[in-house]
């Protein structure tokens, strides 16, 4: 009998078994169980019978069983399936791929085919990730998966790095250094140092590996370093001996919300946990026990949600929900849209409310915010694929506004009930976050991870893969949203303000005449909605900026400074994952100028002010007087370098990153220094990140312009272009040159006298 956290579980494929790893304080344990997991097919029961007489003599097949099971959510009717049970854990989707095939792939319709199998293997033993369970010849579950305080499991943690050098690292590279915390390894020869780096982890026996691009770069290049020298079968970072040093999964460059978007591969352990910081989006925005605690009810293991995003997360937790209640869960998404007519869809395809700002500063404004709206709306209005258009409600009550379909009654959806429990959560961990009794940081990050979940359940809905997705959910989500921010438009216009801006799920509005307090109108929006609104913040004065493609107001430009000073900016440089640090620093020092000003009076006296800022800081970049490091642009690749038609800047660099012997893919960032940009020599133009020695010679013209295009960012509604700002800028070089060289004249003078 033994007692621990379960830190990791998956698939021995040699010896046909899973593997869960528990750990305490002092020790971690291995265990090795059997596991028979199975698939579902259905079809006529002719069709069934056929099959199944075709696939007796399968030698990959175990057994086969005809047994009866659920398979239309919200529908408690059992149909006759066929069970297949394969000889082998791993050979599932191989033997699924072959019968979807025979059955030209619309004959037959398949179950619980894709569910991960160490998902599948915790939750048939009635346990999860990261619980705390005893094993005695099986697991006894001593943990609560969706309690909010429980025990962290005791992880001891080690850092795995390559002492830092300038310049790219080739393949071919030997290996000089690597750092185990802060113990740094370098030993006579490149064999000697790994095998020494190896023997330091094992000796501390961390159950958690932290890297910074171990999966992009560090753990390819130590296998690739150690292949070399011979030594690969000796080179063991996790607990299991023999484990193989691919990638459990590929590279990949995938496009997302309209952008393209790099993952690298999975380069994950066997016993420990490999977490990559850098390309972790769940660790960048949420830290360990962010993925702690999204690994325990979503129960997928700690390494892979470090690896996952929210949308996996909050898709897995459905699929567990749907399990628990007995449904067959379908490999392929198998819900067609419902037909409509082009003035019908023009009706329903519309998405959020949106209205406009005017450009321009504003004085006294309050933002009011919706807190988790389309979540709240979902779980309000009972929202789920198999209750929108339900047929046991056709003379149901609760109806969609302007679209008319009608939602069950009868039954709660499986998307409200996922949500119910998350909404709450992430309510609690964000008030934990404000009190001063909790660790603020740490319930901050674990809320921020939820807040990824439930910003991502919408989207899912109408995901044409999503495996409870169905687009007359997203429809309806969307209307009640419309619906929902004009009652609290109405609301505000009614207690005495006018609303400046609005946006989906909040307000911004101002006092036209004596009105009551932006508190009581909060409330009154949550009574007269049912969906709760918050008092987001009073602002001093606000800024509402032009799109930079028309000249209608930016949804998401804006910036203002709140009662209490704090200041909130959106959309302009400053917010901008590109932007040099020098050009953040420039627009950062006109803010700090402005947001002293308490009333737009006071604004527009401080402009002269932030004007000045702008301009030391241009004289800094023309006296050379800037770190070339805070001056590099970072973006990221949207196509492979002989795509680009046109020499732009990022082709020079892409192709001064091949001379160097690396292939940038789409979706990943590079970052280069702007040289010369008149020059078409790809050499001169520009410089990669990883070839800067420090002292570069910057093109001085090309940063005075987007030094003028950020300070045009914050005062364009005041009559500042970036023409107009780019001719003064130009001036202070111009006089500062002139000035400079009358100095030297001078001073040569009086070295000849």
Known sequence: MMSGHILDSYVDSTKNMMITWLITKEKSYRIEDQFQPSFFVYSSKDNLFTLASQLHEDPSIKHLNFTHAKLQLGSEKKYVVLEVIPKTITSISALAEKIDAQGKYHTYTLYNVDIRLPTRYLQSNGVFSNAWVTWDKGFILKDNQWSIDYDVPAFTIAHLSLKKKTGLIAWTDPLTHLVVDDTVISEENEADTILQAVRVINKKDPDIIYTAEGDSFLFPYLYQRAKDCGILHAVEFGREKNHKKTPSKQAKSYFSYGQIVYRPAFYTLKGRVHIDTKSSFMYSESRLRGIVDISRCANIPLQLQARLGPGTAISQIQVNNAMQKGYLIPWKKNMPENCKTAKHLLLADRGGLILSPKTGLYDNVVELDFASLYPNIMLRFNISPETMLCDCCHDSSLTVPQLGYH?????????????????????????????????????????????????????????????????????????????????????????????????????????????????????????????????????????????????????????????????????????????????????????????????????????????????????????????????????????????????????????????????????????????????????????????????????????????AQCAESILVPFGYTRETLEIMLKELKYTEVKNASILSRDRAVQTSL
């Open 407 to 707: 939602i069950c009654t009868k039954k709660t959806g499986l998307l409200p009930e996922v949500l119910k429990p998350i909404i709450y959560r992430r309510f609690l961990y964000k008030a934990r976050s404000h009190n001063k009794k909790y660790d603020a940081q740490l319930y901050s990050d674990i809320q921020q991870a939820w807040k990824w979940l439930l910003i991502v359940c919408f989207g899912y809905t109408g995901y044409r893969n999503a495996r409870y997705g169905r687009i007359e959910c997203h429809e309806s989500i969307t209307a009640f949203a419309r619906d929902i921010l004009l009652k609290a438009l109405r609301v505000a216009e009614h207690a005495g303000y006018r609303v400046l801006h609005g946006i989906v799920d909040s307000l911004w509005i101002q006092a036209t005449s004596p009105s009551i307090d932006p508190q009581k109108i909060s409330r009154r929006i949550s009574e007269t909605t049912g969906i709760k609104m918050d008092v987001e913040g009073r602002y001093k004065w606000i800024v509402f900026l032009p799109s930079k493609q028309h000249d209608v107001g930016a949804l998401t430009r804006y910036y203002g400074v709140f009662d209490t000073g704090k200041m909130k900016v959106r959309g302009i440089e400053l917010r901008q994952r590109n932007t040099p640090e020098f050009l953040k620093e420039v627009q950062q020092s006109m803010l700090d100028v402005l947001c002293t000003a308490n009333t737009s009076q006071e604004f527009h006296g401080l402009i002269p002010q932030a004007l000045h800022a702008l301009c030391c800081c241009a004289l800094q970049l023309i006296n050379n007087d800037i770190n070339p490091y805070k001056l590099v642009f970072t973006t990221r690749i949207s196509k492979a370098v002989t795509e680009y038609k046109v020499n732009t800047l990022v082709k020079s660099a892409l192709l001064q990153m091949r001379d160097l012997g690396f292939n940038v893919q789409p979706g990943q960032s590079l970052s280069y220094l702007v040289l010369n940009e008149q020059t078409r020599e790809y050499k001169s133009r520009v410089k990669v990140l990883e070839s800067i020695t420090g002292d570069e010679q910057v093109d001085i013209e090309y940063y005075l312009r987007q030094m």
